[in-house]
């Protein structure tokens, strides 16, 4: 089951890899005085797409986090509450992702976690 959903995430990335490839190519053919750096801005905000949603699909390999009872707060040992899976945004220099993932609440601490950490 993993195996299929890697390959189909995998047939995604080279889709749309090919579609922006062929996006700055018709830019560029649009654009002939473009400055180096005009191009770069073009490539980069690609990339970062790209690689944002890689950085969310890697991230969530292995799941979105296990759903049990009886999660104790390393802090105070009360039991955690799960709160269910809230969309988190990530953002980093390398790209931007929404990660869905399992969140407890310790109501004593007031502290959450995202397993596995």
């Not at 649009?30 to 970062?48: C, M, N, Y």
């Not at 986090?65 to 899976?85: H, I, L, P, R, W």
Request: hydrophobic share 30%; charged share 35%; glycine share 12%.
């Amino acid at each position: 089951m993993r195996k299929v959903k890697q390959e189909r995430e995998k047939e995604g990335m080279v889709r749309k890899f090919v579609e922006q490839y062929d996006e700055l190519r018709e830019w560029r053919e649009k654009h002939p005085e473009a400055s180096f750096d005009e191009i770069v801005g073009q490539v980069t905000q690609r990339r970062r797409e790209l690689m944002g949603e890689l950085i969310g699909q890697l991230a969530l390999h292995n799941g979105s986090g296990e759903v049990v009872a009886g999660k104790v707060c390393v802090g105070c040992g009360e039991q955690m509450a799960y709160k269910g899976e809230p969309p988190r945004e990530v953002l980093h220099l390398e790209g931007e992702t929404e990660l869905k993932r399992a969140y407890y609440y310790c109501d004593r601490c007031q502290s959450g976690l995202f397993p596995p950490g």
